[in-house]
């Protein structure tokens, strides 16, 4: 019964790679969007700081390592309030 939980949870882990590996470019998206849109209203500081993690968030996902992708992608999200 563990073994199959485990080869289970194995599978489970596996098919969400490409999931997290599909949403990187999504989040790219909505951060392009929202440097776009909202860009300007940022101190230079802050400015700076999502550019940096989205770049860090792009180079990140061509690299495979989508977990931190999207961690990246997310901080730089959360400096607009999203």
Same mark, same amino acid.
């Given at each position: #019964?563990?073994?199959?939980?485990?080869? *289970? *949870? =194995?599978?489970?882990? *596996?098919? #969400?790679?490409?999931?997290?590996?599909?949403?990187?470019?999504?989040? #790219?998206?909505?951060?392009?969007?929202?440097?776009?849109? %909202? =860009?300007?209203?940022?101190?230079?500081?802050?400015?700076?700081?999502?550019? %940096?993690?989205?770049?860090? =968030? %792009?180079?990140?996902?061509?690299? =495979?390592?989508?977990?931190?992708?999207?961690?990246?992608? %997310?901080?730089?999200?959360?400096?607009?309030?999203?």
């Amino acid at each position: #019964m563990k073994v199959r939980l485990l080869v *289970a *949870a =194995g599978l489970l882990a *596996a098919s #969400m790679t490409p999931a997290l590996a599909n949403n990187c470019p999504v989040l #790219m998206d909505q951060v392009d969007a929202l440097l776009a849109e %909202e =860009g300007a209203s940022l101190d230079e500081d802050t400015l700076a700081r999502v550019q %940096e993690l989205r770049a860090e =968030g %792009e180079a990140l996902h061509e690299q =495979g390592d989508h977990d931190g992708s999207v961690a990246a992608l %997310e901080e730089a999200l959360s400096m607009f309030g999203q």
